[in-house]
């Protein structure tokens, strides 16, 4: 009796996996987050002003994090904007900034 039992579970597990409809997994692509080219261009002036400056003063290459704040200055700069949409342009911006030169592979933007 529960032998039938037993093997009545497996066989009715056996045709629920074979029958039910199978997941595709695609691979995700990356969404490319939305700069215009003059935004862009701003961007990267802004941030090669800052880098000499810091070059002129300190008489040195920055190191990644110095580099990354320069990046966050260049956003403030390039974005002016208040509240939400600021916010959001100034992280693609970052996100742009850094994954171009290098400093992180896959910036998460927050």
């Known amino acids: 009796m529960v ?14 996996k074979l029958f039910s409809k199978q997941r595709k997994r695609t691979k995700q692509k990356k969404k490319r987050f ?13 941030y090669q002003k800052l880098l000499r400056k810091f070059k002129l003063r ?3 290459e920055p190191i990644n994090r110095e580099k ?4 966050v200055n260049a956003s403030h700069i390039t974005i002016r904007r208040k509240g939400f949409r600021g916010h959001w342009g100034r992280q693609k911006v970052r996100k742009y900034l850094l994954e171009k030169h290098g400093i992180r592979k896959n910036y998460i933007m927050r």
């Open 58 to 60: 300190n008489k040195r």
């Open 3 to 16: 032998l039938i039992l037993i093997l009545g579970y497996i066989m009715l597990e056996f045709f629920r």
């Open 68 to 71: 990354f704040w320069i990046i």
């Open 34 to 46: 939305y700069l215009s080219s003059e935004v862009r261009s701003k961007a990267d002036w802004k």
